[in-house]
Structure formats: structure tokens, C-alpha cells
């Protein structure tokens, strides 16, 4: 597609529910990247993908956060039993070459309540 | 492991005026370097970068930022500032020899009062 595309672009949770958020990056775009904004701070890293492999997830917080990239293509973070703590803007960003601008999507709105 | 500091939590500058933000880096080897704009309930877009060459770089919308190594900054500059330039401004980083991961800043408030 023509740019990063995230969705839901919203989602209330309960605590202690499961959540899912997708990202498709743009076509043909090798690695994707997973940040995590809480309000009021910068970005945090959380999880790099190279093809379907993830040779960095130091960033993922705990056991909770998983993720998962099929086909070179969409990733899945998952955040099992959530906490109100995990309420932020899940940002997803892909490149074709890492020394290159990462494009960015517009971010799913966690809240846990 | 790469690191960014941008000291100030908000910028105010008046319409018209030069808006500069500064940042700060710390990486092991050489770096890229990288400047984001994020507009209210908006994703991160582009300004610029440093690869290598100048290091003067201009990027969108009249920003530009000087590279300097010796002072380890990448302070992000426009000449005259719009009340639409408002917004969240980070700073980023990557080890050129490193692993792959952007490192951020906290990000600058930019408030460009009428």
C-alpha cells in the first residue's frame, strides 16, 4: 500500500483481556519495527523484525508481549492478561533499508480500563 | 547502545521568528541521524536525515539541521517560524555499525504563538 497501515486505530480493553494489533507495512518494505508512546513521552522500542525474523525484541516489557511477521509482510503485537499500564499509542514503522527515513503508521490507542 | 538527549520540554517561539531545537547523541561509532514531526493523534512524519557528506541537511517543509561531531548535536533549525510548525519534534538515532533499532528522543513541544 501506499503507506503504513495500523489498525484498530482505537481500542478499550478491559484489564486482564487479550488485544491484538495489526500492521501492514508498505509493500516490499524488509524490516518493521514495533514503539510504544506513553502520553507525555518519547518513543520506546519494542520489537524489530528483519524479513519474518526478529533479531531484536529486547524491548518487548515482560512475557505479556508477543509478536509475530508473516509473509515479509503484516505483524501482529499481542498483549496477553493487560494491564492498565500497557495504555499507550502502539506505533508501528517499516523501512526498505535501515539507514532510510522509517515510515511510520498512525498508531493504535490502547486503553486499558 | 545508541542514546538521544533533546533537553527542553517545550519550545515557544513567536510567528516569524528562528525556531531551533536541539538535540544531542551518543552512539559508538558513526551515526545516522534523524529529525520526526508528530501532529496532534498523528504518526510520526519525516524531516530529515543524516547519512554522510554535508553536514548542513535540509529536509521538508524549510527545516534543515547541522550535523556537528564534535558537539555530538543534530539541533533541528527553521528560519522563520509558522503557527502551523506546532507540534512534537524527536530526534532519533542508529549506530551505523550497530544493530538496526532507531533510538529516540522524549521529544520537544513546539509552540509558535501568533
Known amino acids: 500500500g501506499a503507506g503504513v497501515s495500523q489498525s484498530p486505530s482505537n481500542k478499550v480493553t478491559e484489564k486482564g483481556k487479550d488485544v491484538e494489533l495489526r500492521c501492514d507495512p508498505i509493500?516490499?518494505?524488509?524490516?518493521l519495527y514495533w514503539y510504544r508512546q506513553r502520553l507525555g513521552q518519547g518513543l520506546e522500542f519494542l520489537i524489530y523484525?528483519?524479513?519474518?525474523?526478529?533479531?531484536?525484541k529486547s524491548g518487548l516489557p515482560s512475557d505479556r508481549f508477543s509478536a509475530e511477521r508473516t509473509g515479509e509482510s503484516v505483524s501482529t503485537l499481542t498483549i496477553q492478561r493487560t494491564q492498565q499500564e500497557d495504555s499507550a499509542v502502539y506505533l508501528c514503522a517499516s523501512t526498505m533499508v535501515p539507514n532510510y527515513g522509517y515510515t511510520f503508521g498512525s498508531g493504535t490507542r490502547l486503553t486499558v480500563v | 547502545a545508541q542514546s538521544v538527549a533533546q533537553p527542553e520540554d517545550q519550545v515557544n517561539v513567536a510567528e516569524g521568528n528562528p525556531l531551533t531545537v536541539k538535540c544531542t547523541y551518543s552512539v559508538s561509532g558513526n551515526p545516522y541521524l534523524f529529525w520526526y514531526v508528530q501532529y496532534p493523534n498523528r504518526g510520526l512524519q519525516f524531516l530529515l536525515k543524516y547519512i554522510t557528506g554535508d553536514n548542513l541537511v535540509k529536509g521538508s517543509y524549510g527545516f534543515e539541521a547541522e550535523f556537528n561531531k564534535s558537539q555530538t548535536s543534530f539541533h533541528l533549525k527553521k528560519p522563520s517560524a509558522l503557527v502551523s510548525d506546532s507540534a512534537l519534534y524527536f530526534c532519533a538515532v542508529r549506530d551505523k555499525g550497530g544493530n538496526n533499532r532507531l533510538a529516540f528522543g522524549k521529544g520537544n513541544q513546539v509552540v509558535v504563538i501568533p
Open positions: 509493500s516490499g518494505h524488509t524490516a
Open positions: 523484525f528483519q524479513g519474518n525474523s526478529a533479531p531484536d
